[in-house]
């Protein structure tokens, strides 16, 4: 299909792009941006002016719930949400049930996804079999299945002899590994410790639980070319620890989730079960530090942390309530509000969530590393057009993912995506 979309500004963080033009799709790729070829005839053209056109974003964390818990989310709802948010291209964590473990598992996945034509999945392998943290996967065989990388999604490594046997194994063979840094024994608990946690009865989860697995981490991996990538940091001590990495020269990335980055511990109000979270919800100078971070690029990326949660299992007792929220058709959205309130450039806000994912995947996308993430002739035409001067009530009721819980709902939050497109094909618009 031929598209056109008219009069648009065209904002590609990637290169630095911003200008008002038109842009040109044909055979799944941007054909021309500003005058396309006197030859060229839309099938559909779509009037984008006072809107933005930009690279449709690349979330590294979303969960899409199958196989094994079809009663939160399927591929068919949470890939119409994550179109529904801008996101044309996705990373799920491994700890489906059956656990992300097998060749077949993720072929089956990939297959699955590539049928409904939504936005281009790219699956994570877990690091270890069935997640217990003992038993390395057959990581040659799940990255010929598509596996981008390997992690353990929330659980964390039984031993740190395991871990860095796992370590020292990914190196060999040039795989990334993702890791949320949690101390097993530490970071048990629902809510962070500090006064609040005290206040309201529930179990802490302390900041040293995740500066001790960053301390771990960084030591096992110094020396080695190992590719570690962080996911979800919450505290400012361990962003302190990050940026140390980082000038030492360690090979490191690192996330945050929009939940982190706008929420604290204070938005658990009255035991709202929405906003049990992991990581859990931190003191405002973890906010802060983490948004400073992101800023100035000590973080790499801004991630939904997509999990969908059934209702059922969000009506219980703040402690007992299963942890998650669904997120991604928040994410663009997010990034827009925290540019805004922050003063942080635009152009920066919206590379959080496009090309600096994709330079966190890096190699392991292959030949779309070039082609995703970012706007530019020749690109593949995965793109959104955002509606600025739009902002919306989130109504947990119209989003689009299978469960509703959102610890955002009556929020207001600026930006709304009116069409997204995929390879080429308008997957998504907005009546």
């Known amino acids: 299909m031929n598209i056109l979309l008219r009069q648009g500004r065209v904002i590609d963080p ?29 099938d559909h053209t779509i009037d984008a002016s006072g809107c933005w056109v930009l690279p449709g974003l690349v979330d590294l964390a979303v969960r899409l719930r199958e ?17 529904a948010g801008g996101v044309t291209s996705l990373v799920c964590p491994p700890d489906t049930d059956p656990v992300l473990d097998e060749q077949g598992l993720v072929e089956m996945l990939k297959f699955r996804s590539k049928k409904l034509r939504k936005a281009r999945l790219f699956p994570m392998g877990a690091l270890t079999v069935g997640l217990k943290g003992e038993v390395l996967t057959e990581m040659a065989e799940l990255t010929e299945s598509g596996c981008v990388a390997f992690g353990q999604a929330d659980v964390p490594m039984g031993s740190t002899q395991a871990l860095q046997r796992a370590l020292s194994y990914a190196n060999t063979f040039g795989y990334a590994v993702w890791l949320r840094p949690q101390d097993k024994d530490l970071g048990k608990g629902v809510a962070a ?10 179990t802490g989860v302390p900041v040293a639980a995740e500066t001790i697995a960053l301390h771990t981490i960084f030591e096992l ?13 919450s505290s400012a001590a361990g962003v302190e620890l990050l940026r140390q990495a980082k000038a030492q020269g360690l090979n490191v990335t690192a996330d945050v989730s929009i939940h982190s980055l706008l929420l604290t ?17 931190r003191q405002k100078r973890d906010r802060d530090a983490l948004s400073a971070a992101l800023a100035d690029g000590t973080i790499d990326a801004l991630v939904s942390d997509h999990t969908p949660v059934e209702e059922d299992a969000k009506v219980k007792p703040f402690a007992e309530a299963e942890a998650g929220a669904s997120a991604v058709e928040l994410l663009l959205s997010a990034a827009i509000h925290w540019s805004q309130t922050e003063n942080v450039p635009l152009m920066r806000a919206l590379q959080v969530v496009t090309s600096a994912p994709v330079g966190v995947l890096g190699t392991a996308l292959g030949q779309q590393q070039t082609q995703i993430g970012c706007l530019s002739v020749g690109s593949l035409a995965d793109l959104c057009v955002v509606d600025p001067q739009q902002s919306w009530r989130v109504e947990p009721a119209a989003l689009h993912s299978q469960a509703k819980s959102t610890p955002f709902a009556g929020s207001t939050l600026p930006a709304r995506v009116r069409h997204t497109v995929v390879d080429g094909k308008l997957v998504f618009s907005r009546s």
């Open 14 to 42: 990637a290169s630095g792009l911003d200008q008002v033009c038109d842009v040109a799709i044909a055979a799944g790729k941007v054909l021309a941006i500003g005058q396309a070829p006197s030859d060229f005839v839309p």
């Open 67 to 83: 196989p094994g818990h079809e009663h939160e989310g399927m591929l068919q709802t949470e890939m119409q949400a994550a179109v």
């Open 193 to 202: 410790s500090g006064a609040l946690a005290t206040r309201m009865g529930l």
């Open 221 to 233: 991996i110094r020396g080695s070319q190992t590719r570690v990538h962080l996911c979800r940091l």
């Open 265 to 281: 511990e204070d938005d658990i109000g009255f035991f709202d079960s929405s906003a049990r979270l992991i990581p859990p919800l």
